[in-house]
């Protein structure tokens, strides 16, 4: 267990609908990655969010967005959804600041069908 | 842009044999970091190995090891006296110090073994 949390594991819905993925970084992290594993394009970075603020953006579609509150939870929202937005996200933690070696502990993921 | 290449979709390996994944990456950054992570069928995500880019030593943890080769850029896996809970898929990734310290993941390789 690497303290992360994701809620919730599996999430099924239709397209066109708007979804929203939790994640709650272990205890004493400030940095909130999303990670996107799909079978098109792989596992790939998709934003970051340290203490409440934007920190870097990868691969993110305009119709993604996501947030960090006060308490570091962060979500992801998902909107217009599409087939092609069926994957598994991955939400990662770790101390943050700038230091290289800081390790990135995973959750479990959300499973996003969408039928 | 830098990118990681993991040239095996597939790998297979007999139980207590040793196999050697590989992965290449491309970079103009000269501090970085290198991983290997594995995914089992949970689809967890974990860490198995790290090496920082300044140190010629290779990394081991148990039955794992790296062969890192800076100049060529390529970080290769050993696993020894695989065991049949080895099998997962396996995923090269790299991380260097921009804003964000995020990973970027090779393609992955699957390996299975053989009992």
């Known amino acids: 267990d690497s303290g992360v949390t994701q809620t919730p594991k599996h999430l099924i819905t239709a397209t066109g609908q708007r979804v929203t993925l939790r994640c709650s970084p272990r205890s004493g992290d400030l940095s909130v990655y999303w990670y996107q594993q799909s079978l098109d394009q792989g596992l790939q970075f998709l934003i970051q969010?340290?203490?409440?603020?934007?920190?870097a953006k990868g691969n993110i579609l305009e119709r993604f967005s996501a947030q960090q509150f006060p308490d570091l939870h962060s979500e992801l929202n998902l909107s217009s959804l599409e087939l092609g937005d069926s994957a598994l996200y991955f939400c990662?933690?770790?101390?943050?600041?700038?230091?290289?070696?800081?390790?990135?502990?995973f959750g479990p993921g959300t499973r996003l069908t969408v039928l | 842009a830098q990118t990681v290449t993991q040239s095996q979709p597939e790998m297979s390996v007999q139980e207590a044999e040793t196999v050697t994944l590989s992965c290449t990456y491309d970079t103009s950054e000269s501090d970085y970091y290198l991983f290997w992570y594995k995914q089992p069928p949970s689809r967890q995500m974990i860490l198995v190995i790290r090496q920082e880019a300044y140190k010629q030593q290779n990394a081991t943890e148990n039955r794992f090891s790296v062969n890192f080769q800076k100049a060529a850029k390529s970080f290769s896996l050993k696993i020894s006296d695989s065991q049949l809970g080895d099998a997962a898929m396996y995923f090269c990734?790299?991380?260097?110090?921009?804003?964000?310290?995020?990973?970027?993941f090779g393609g992955g390789t699957r390996l299975m073994v053989k009992p």
């Open positions: 990734a790299y991380k260097y110090n921009n804003a964000g310290n995020m990973l970027t």
């Open positions: 990662a933690s770790s101390v943050g600041g700038t230091a290289l070696n800081n390790e990135q502990f």
């Open positions: 969010y340290y203490n409440g603020e934007e920190r």
